[in-house]
């Protein structure tokens, strides 16, 4: 199963409520369908960033779920999503990578 950090901020053309009540509707759905991700397991942690309008998730899953679940927020959010390599999966094929630079030197 895939790992994904993805780093989430707010759109400012997107076309946000001008109403604070309107606003806390829109965030309220937000904030649900956040929750059922944690709650089906594809988000791992999410959280917030100190300026107030951006943040993280780290999640596990198909890539094909993860585009879904990042596309839910469009308009509002926009994403950068990166796929993330275990350490001793990146540590073993850089090693392999090295390794076989220097067999193909040799030659």
């Given amino acids: 199963m895939a790992r994904f950090l993805v780093l989430w901020r707010t759109n400012p053309a997107a076309p946000w409520p001008r109403e604070p009540s309107e606003y806390l509707k829109l965030?309220?759905?937000?904030?649900?369908?956040?929750?059922?991700?944690?709650?089906?397991?594809?988000?791992?942690?999410?959280?917030?960033f100190l300026d107030g309008t951006s943040?993280?998730?780290?999640?596990?899953?198909?890539?094909?779920?993860?585009?879904?679940?990042?596309?839910?927020?469009s308009p509002y959010i926009l994403s950068e999503v990166h796929e993330i390599i275990?350490?001793?999966?990146?540590?073993?094929?850089?090693?392999?990578?090295?390794?076989?630079q220097i067999a193909a030197a040799k030659k």
Avoid: C, N, Q
């Avoid at 943040?55 to 927020?73: A, C, K, L, N």
């Avoid at 275990?86 to 076989?100: C, D, Q, V």
């Fill in 27 to 48: 965030d309220e759905k937000m904030f649900a369908a956040i929750d059922g991700l944690i709650k089906r397991g594809e988000v791992k942690e999410f959280g917030f």
């Fill in 55 to 73: 943040g993280y998730g780290i999640g596990e899953g198909e890539s094909t779920d993860t585009f879904r679940s990042v596309s839910m927020f």
């Fill in 86 to 100: 275990p350490y001793e999966k990146g540590k073993e094929i850089t090693i392999a990578l090295l390794k076989a």
